[in-house]
């Protein structure tokens, strides 16, 4: 319990503030602090968890050969449809179909259809974003990464 003492000089109406009191008030704010932060580190953690989860399905997706090439093909051609695809890869159209519409599922390409024909780009706004967001990662503005004689670089924004 704080005792209240009247002030030095002034009127005696108004009551110092018990130290004690002071103390236990900055330790709770200390607390509340400290827990505010570690939830927003917790939180920071499991975003950056689920962009790994998200990074490690793409590149699933993109260590298959055929799908890798299906990529290769798109971006070389700006858009392709399934029996071009066929033609390049050698491979049947369900094969084909498959691999597409997992890329498509994964937001790495996207169709378009004309008439009995699906046409299949490259989302290169969503890859250039997973990219920039695969740089950035380990914390400030990383512009790239080089693996052996192979470099990636990011450049703009």
Do not use: W
């Not at 259809?113 to 400030?140: C, E, I």
Request: with cysteine; hydrophobic share 35%.
């Amino acid at each position: 319990m704080a005792i209240k003492t009247p002030k030095r000089g002034g009127s005696a109406g108004r009551a110092e503030s018990d130290p004690a009191q002071e103390l236990d008030a900055a330790v709770q704010t200390a607390e509340l602090v400290e827990e505010a932060e570690s939830h927003t580190e917790v939180a920071s953690d499991a975003e950056r968890d689920k962009e790994i989860r998200e990074f490690a399905s793409v590149f699933r997706l993109l260590s298959d050969e055929t799908r890798l090439r299906i990529l290769a093909y798109l971006i070389q051609n700006e858009e392709l449809n399934v029996t071009d695809l066929c033609n390049r890869l050698g491979q049947s159209q369900p094969a084909v179909s498959h691999h597409l519409a997992l890329l498509r599922v994964s937001g790495l390409i996207e169709p378009r259809r004309a008439g009995k024909n699906n046409f299949y780009s490259v989302r290169t706004d969503h890859f250039s974003d997973l990219l920039g967001r695969l740089l950035s990662s380990s914390g400030g503005e990383m512009k790239k990464i080089q693996f052996h004689n192979f470099k990636l670089t990011r450049q703009g924004r």
